[in-house]
């Protein structure tokens, strides 16, 4: 069964610095990897997919994502955190095998919280 | 529209309750899932349809669930005798296909049972 972690419920980060939210996963093939965003009284907002190829994936307001196979990893981050980024991420996978969405996991989330 | 709208925002209901939750998705969109949103917890898949085809309800808790889609697009996640436990945001997501590898979200549907 495949699995997604988000070890951290919340990451406090100071704006302007550096930002990270960890996500590891399990998959029996070959992972497709998401980031989500969460505002508010919102829907999931796409950032970011890892499908094949590069493993610096660049994805929306400045976010991008590594994708590591050893360490089975696909953390997100931002060069300088904005008070705007505040919300809740989700890390999301699924095998590569056919399907769609109902064969996405999610992670619980984690928020983030850019302080001033 | 634009992208995919969810109705009502909000819904308060008696225990015991039956209620109605409609999704518009993106037109042309094949793919629509119904997703539970309870709280300190990931997304919790409920059903999804793929076109005209019979829906895959694999992931609905209960048969007080149902959904159907009618002619393609909108469609209604249905709770029969509503308990607290349901209490969570019901959020609808649409893709362009099954095989779609980015979905778009709905803002979600606040239900509380009281």
């Known amino acids: 069964a495949q699995s997604v972690a988000q070890p951290e419920d919340q990451v406090n980060v100071a704006e302007g610095n550096p930002l990270t939210v960890k996500c590891t996963y399990s998959v029996s093939g070959n992972p497709y990897l998401f980031w989500y965003v969460q505002y508010p009284n919102r829907g999931l907002q796409f950032l970011l997919k890892y499908i094949t190829g590069d493993n610096l994936v660049k994805g929306s307001y400045g976010f991008e994502a590594e994708f590591n196979k050893s360490q089975t990893s696909f953390h997100l981050k931002k060069p300088s955190a904005l008070v705007s980024d505040s919300a809740l991420y989700f890390c999301a996978v699924r095998d590569d095998g056919s399907g769609g969405y109902q064969k996405v996991t999610f992670g619980t989330g984690t928020k983030l919280q850019v302080i001033p | 529209g634009a992208g995919v709208s969810q109705s009502p925002s909000n819904k308060v209901t008696e225990k015991g309750k039956d209620v109605e939750l409609r999704c518009d998705p993106i037109?042309?969109?094949?793919?629509l899932y119904w997703y539970r949103q309870s709280l300190g917890q990931g997304l919790e898949f409920l059903i999804y349809?793929?076109?005209?085809?019979?829906?895959?309800k694999s992931g609905l808790p209960s048969d007080r669930f149902s959904a159907e889609r009618t002619g393609g697009s909108v469609s209604t996640l249905t709770i029969q005798r509503t308990q607290q436990e349901d209490s969570a945001v019901y959020l609808c997501?649409?893709?362009?296909?099954?095989?779609?590898?980015?979905?778009?979200f709905g803002q979600g549907t606040r239900l509380t049972v009281v």
């Open positions: 037109s042309g969109h094949t793919a």
């Open positions: 349809f793929q076109g005209n085809s019979a829906p895959d």
């Open positions: 997501a649409s893709s362009l296909s099954l095989g779609g590898t980015e979905a778009f």
